[in-house]
């Protein structure tokens, strides 16, 4: 979620949108749908939940969109949309679903081709159940988790979006970081033991291939 | 640094291990994992068919903003703006009430302010039905008259069936024979009775309900039954 600077400002290409300029729609949409789509999949849990939201989310800075005078972070601007979105759309539907850990987001992430096969599986195990336990938080610590962590804002941008004070995003993310070490010590001692399991792993699965030559 | 070995020689390693190294360890893995998991996030990106989606709506919407901003300003009138031409909707609307409300009036001055006058003024509504399997009858006007009715619902009782329907019979009606009982369909709204009769339930009956009668061969009313709008009519 950084912008970069030789890129054309985000509010000229907004205005532009709005004007009907296709092209800077385009450029707009492939700038950031992906991050909206991102926070909106990992906020709700729900595929269809990030698309409908990620769709909403442009439709209203078509209409809206004039209102963004460029005093905040462009990108503050559209995390708080669409967390105002997916909170708006779980409460319509009431339903806070579980990730599935085979569902097919884990699928949609394309395999790095550098990393041994067994040790990308053994990470996948891991990211799977680091991100099943960040959904188990509660939204309000989940969505300083999503921000400040995976999605790398500040303290300070993360209060914008959600509204309140940094201070405020810094205890929750204290708590959230002491309930998901919490969560994944208890499921199987995961943390404190997960790098020397990685690595037995790999020796195991090394050594059955020795022994089959 | 031997002291550390002491205690992995002796039995303190447990307490040395989940007092002091999991915290720190799970610190660092902690941001590790998190890190790990931010670089596949990072990865992720919406489905093909959502672009599609949204830069098919982005296009409609323009083309629609566009259609709307380029009507004339002659049709978006406010309606008392519109010429009052015979194309006027507003003023064939306000045509057709005047004249449904003189039709109204016109009927209401007919039929006369007497409820039992006006309950054989409508032909649907004194049309005897045979339900139950009775045989159709018909009743002549003068044997269903007010005084009649009302003397005989004077004493009645209230009974209420369930919650939908409310059944009311006079004293007459446990012993009526189904030989006399004729059944009319009258809407409760109309029906007199529920004015004259201050000991009845009807008033819970709400307008556009029905009532059946029940009569005697001479004309009295052995019961009613009045069934609500809702209720299985």
Known sequence: MRGESDKKPDVDILRKAIGGDTEAFAELYDRWSGTVYRFALRLSGEQSIAEDVTHDLFMTLLRDGHQYEGRG????????????????????????SQIDSDSEELDQIPADSTIDPLEGLARAESTARVRQAIFALPLHYREVVLLCHLHELSYAEAAEVIGCTIGTICSRLSRARDLLAQRLQIESGYLADHSARRQSEHRVAVGAKWGEK | MSEIRDDIMSDNWSTLESDNWPETCSEAHLNEVLGELAAQERQIAPPAHLRQRVMEDFVRSHAADRSSKELPSKTRRWPWQWSWSIQNPLLLASCACLFVAALLLISRDGSGTNGADSLYAQDSVATVSATAGLPAAEIGRESLTGETAQSTTSREQVREADDEVYTIFSDLADSADSEYLILIDIPADQLWIQESSDDLDIARAAAGSYARLALGDDGTVRAIQITPASGPY
């Open chain 1, 73 to 96: 972070k462009f990108s503050s601007y559209l995390y708080s949309m669409a967390r105002h979105l997916v909170l708006h759309r779980l409460r319509r539907d009431r339903r806070f």
